[in-house]
């Protein structure tokens, strides 16, 4: 039989009652491998290099570990008790464990255990903001007062693939709560998914595979322009309306092309353009993006924040900033000063960090 096409318009994803965010952390590795040490090992170094460097977790760090931090640096922002928070929720497409939730380690290393939701989040590089549109959900209805959502990644490039070159680690995290004790308040958000096979992994298989241009379009613009216009369809906004706004960066060009597209300036997306210095945390990307934009923002201002996974779909976030930011910012590490901390490592240090280098 045939089925009836629905009349409704798509609508803004608005909570019952309003939510918004009460604390943020980041965390980003020290160690870094610049793009030119790809290139000499690859290439003969003639080319232009997608990235400056990217970030790189040492021996003992891993999405758990670097999850952890997150929360924590989060906590210290928010100023509240681990006990109640409800639900911590961890996106990522490198979670350590096949079967066994990452989510778990990281409430109980927070102190959030055992009265509390945990799940771990897949969609590529939009797990988090996944699991942060669930989170809004869940805080939303009243179900709980303090949710938990991570994006964090130890992103995975096959050597001498172009992913190589920008794939990085690191992510951040975010505490939810109702709209009244936040340092700032969703306004709104939209979702847009399609199945587009633009990127890819089997079981089994070490390394993703991925449609080289197909990715662009019409992937990632294409998710994202739909979305954001959606969405400020849907807040009555235009460009000119936010001071800020942060885009998926799976590299450099992506993401100012994609800004300018929507008529954002380069000005507005420069605070959360960190993938140069860091490389595409993938499911950490756009929520990285967003700590640094909160690091500098003022109450009043209005941020947009638009997320991208591959396979394919876009969560597009409208933002405001309140009174709140001032004393709370200061409680944790800045992006910026993980950003800093860096540790330059050569390639040989790098295949034996990512356990690249297969003994048989």
Partial sequence: MDIPQSNLKPMLLKPTHPVG????????????????????????????????????????????????????????????????????????????????????????????????????????????TEAMVAAIGFVGSGMAH????????????????????????????????????????????????????????????RYPEHGQRFTGEPAYFKHIIEATQALMEGTS??????????????????????????????????????VPVIGNTYAGAALIGLTGILDVAEPGDKILMVSFGSGAGSDAFAIQVTEAIRERRDRAPKTQEYIARRTEIDYGTYVRYRGKLAMK
């Fill in 237 to 274: 906004t235009t460009a000119k309306d936010y001071k800020w706004a942060v885009f998926h960066q799976p590299n450099t060009k992506f993401p100012q092309r994609v800004a300018a597209q929507l008529g954002f300036t380069k000005e507005q997306i420069a605070p959360g353009l960190l």
């Fill in 146 to 205: 303090y949710a938990m959502a991570i994006g964090m990644d130890t992103a995975q490039g096959r050597p001498g693939d172009a992913l190589e070159y920008t794939a990085g680690a690191g992510g951040a995290a975010y505490l939810l709560s109702p709209a009244e004790e936040a340092l700032a308040i969703f306004e709104g958000s939209y979702s847009y998914v399609t199945d587009t096979p633009d990127f890819w992994r089997r079981e089994y298989q």
């Fill in 21 to 128: 965010i009460i604390g943020y952390g980041a965390y980003v590795p020290r160690y870094r491998l610049p793009a030119k040490e790809v290139a000499r090992i690859w290439t003969d170094g003639s080319g232009g290099l997608p990235i400056k460097e990217k970030a790189v977790p040492g021996l003992d760090e891993d999405v758990a570990t670097m999850s952890i931090e997150a929360a924590r640096n989060a906590m210290l922002r928010a100023g509240i008790h681990a006990e109640d928070i409800r639900a911590v929720w961890v996106g990522s497409e490198s979670h350590p464990y096949a079967v066994k939730p990452t989510s778990t380690i990281v409430a109980e290393a927070i102190g959030a255990v055992p009265y509390v939701q945990a799940a771990d989040w897949e969609f590529a590089c939009k797990a988090g």
